[in-house]
């Protein structure tokens, strides 16, 4: 008999079904102060639209809180605590004090490890304390999904350009708005080849992918 293989995924900081409070402030040409907010910041060392693998969520600010709804058994955070920060955090209304961790010293060091959740939607609420030292950081980086276990299953890329995905809604503006770009090179999954990616910065833009 094949050896479970776990089945889990990743939510990046930047993603929309994260919920930031106060919501991130960001303006061209403006360093945002995360002592005052969340502070989405990129780490890429080349000037380019996206931000894949290097972007996070900074704050400084005490009650900075975000909220992420997930369906699985569990769920990892990656970050890091500097100068004293920590954070307290529940799941489902219900306070999670194992697994967590000061985070300490280097980038994306795990902040928190639950398991154990039953199979079904939960929402993680997580909230910033400040220590003593007003320099203090809390940076978010990403977080992992655990969703379960499977003897075998079968993995297929689906392009940025195939016929399994619809971009919408549709309507011309918003298809118009999907613009196709190349020279994507930060974390191509295996099996993509083609190097061309769509992306988009319109409000309601959407991509809808049919899969078994």
Request: charged share 15%; with cysteine; hydrophobic share 40%.
């Amino acid at each position: 008999m094949a050896n479970p293989q776990p089945l889990n995924f990743t939510i990046d900081d930047s993603s929309p079904v994260i919920r930031y409070t106060p919501n991130p402030t960001f303006a061209v040409n403006i360093f945002p102060d995360p002592l005052l907010n969340w502070s989405p910041v990129c780490g890429a060392i080349d000037a380019s639209e996206r931000c894949d693998d290097h972007s996070a969520h900074v704050t400084g600010l005490d009650g900075a809180k975000f909220a992420l709804s997930f369906f699985g058994t569990g769920i990892n955070l990656f970050g890091n605590l500097t100068l004293g920060t920590t954070f307290s955090m529940n799941i489902d209304g219900n306070t999670v004090s194992n697994g967590l961790s000061r985070g300490e010293g280097a980038d994306s060091q795990i902040l928190a490890k639950v398991s154990g959740l039953s199979p079904a939607l939960h929402t993680l609420i997580l909230t910033v304390k400040k220590g003593e030292d007003i320099r203090g950081l809390f940076t978010f980086d990403y977080a992992q999904v655990l969703v379960g276990n499977a003897t075998s299953f079968n993995r297929t890329v689906i392009d940025a350009f195939s016929d399994q995905l619809r971009l919408g809604p549709a309507e011309p503006r918003y298809l118009e708005s999907w613009n196709r770009y190349g020279g994507y090179n930060a974390s191509v999954p295996d099996g993509v080849n083609f190097s061309s990616f769509r992306a988009t910065d319109l409000v309601g833009a959407n991509v809808y992918a049919s899969f078994k």
